[in-house]
């Protein structure tokens, strides 16, 4: 009996004792685990404080009292529920053009034609909306949000087979179509598609159908709720399943991943056609919840912006939501600004500006403030150059 507790006794300490080991593992893993999300987001953040510094520069320079207008900047943003609404239906095609971006950037692509995805996804959605009558809800309004998607995925997929048959690269492909894109969606607006009710002599649709129109609750636009789930997605599409596997590690090395079995061609167009398909259903948020209608000329822009959101955000999907959240505030707030103190809303621009111009060069910012380089991954905007 003594022998036997004996020897019980030393495997219940060792069981502890490995027990107490794994634990002190663990612990040092969580710590690095955040303090590398600290270091990662410290560009950033580092980014916006610049921009927003340099931006209080300008007002000053102009004359103009810096907290009376960065002040009016947040009120006119999120002073009140309208406010809000104006931020969250603002930062919803901000959202969705930020994970084209960041998604085609995962492949080591630069999907520079967000604009162009985004508008015939915005045109053909409106379409749907206003061309067909008679149907409920629960199919008209998904239909033409598929519509809208499937035509921006459609567009981004020319540049993506171009780069996985012959080489074009994407970023000379997608300025070109964006073009292409612009002026297709004009000539529908202006003319076959053109709202001709009454005396209307604008290159517009006419207002889409009650059963396409994407509702809100309150403060609360449907679309941003679907901005939100678009970023879940992609970020469960890209961490958690053998495609995003590979989709990581053709950014990472084409020629590696091709060693390694991976179809780097159908990684490339693939991503791309994501890409436009997340562009899109930006415009058909846009047509369809915040317009109510397709009119030329009105959501230009909105497809570069994307770019800045997904520097940004450091290409994280579930980081675009508040990057895109922190431009639309300021874009939201840009009229009330210059109502109450005067500034130029063309200030937002400069500011935005600045803050992409940190985030794209952190050596920039890590010498200003003198932070310590981070272990994490560099962010390469010509990657695949040539290749």
Partial sequence: MS?????????????????????????????????????????????????????????TVQGHSVLSAYGALVLGGLGDADAVLRTLQKATPLIFGGLAVAFAF???????????????????????????????????????????????????????????????????????LNFVAGNLTDWLAANPWQDTSGSNIIAR????????????????????LLAVAAAAACWFLLERTTYGFEVRSVGANRHAARYAGISVGWIIASVMAVSGLLAGLGGAVESLGVDGRFEAGVNVGLGFEGITIALLARTHPMAVIPAGLLVGVMEAGAAKMQFESGVAPEIIDVIQALILLFVAAPMIVRWLLRLRDADDRRLTLGAGWGR
Avoid: C, Y
Avoid at 23 to 52: C, D, E, F, H, K
Avoid at 119 to 139: E, H, N, R, S, Y
């Fill in 3 to 59: 022998a036997s507790a004996g020897s019980s006794a030393p495997a219940e300490t060792d069981q502890t004792a490995s027990t107490d080991a794994a634990a002190a593992r663990r612990a040092p893993a969580s710590r690095v685990t955040a303090r590398a999300v600290l270091r990662a987001a410290a560009v950033p953040l580092a980014s916006v404080v610049l921009g927003l510094v340099l931006g209080a520069m300008l007002i």
């Fill in 106 to 176: 995962k492949a080591g692509l630069f999907n520079i034609g967000g604009q162009g995805q985004l508008l015939v996804g915005a045109a053909f959605a409106a379409g749907v909306g206003f061309g067909i009558d008679g149907l409920p809800l629960v199919i008209h309004l998904p239909l033409a949000l598929l519509v809208g998607g499937a035509a921006g995925a459609a567009w981004a997929a020319i540049a993506g087979v171009l780069k996985a048959t012959s080489g074009a690269h994407e970023v000379i492909v997608t300025i070109m």
């Fill in 205 to 224: 649709t006419p207002l889409v159908e009650d059963s396409a129109v994407i509702g809100t609750w309150g403060w609360l636009p449907a679309g941003f």
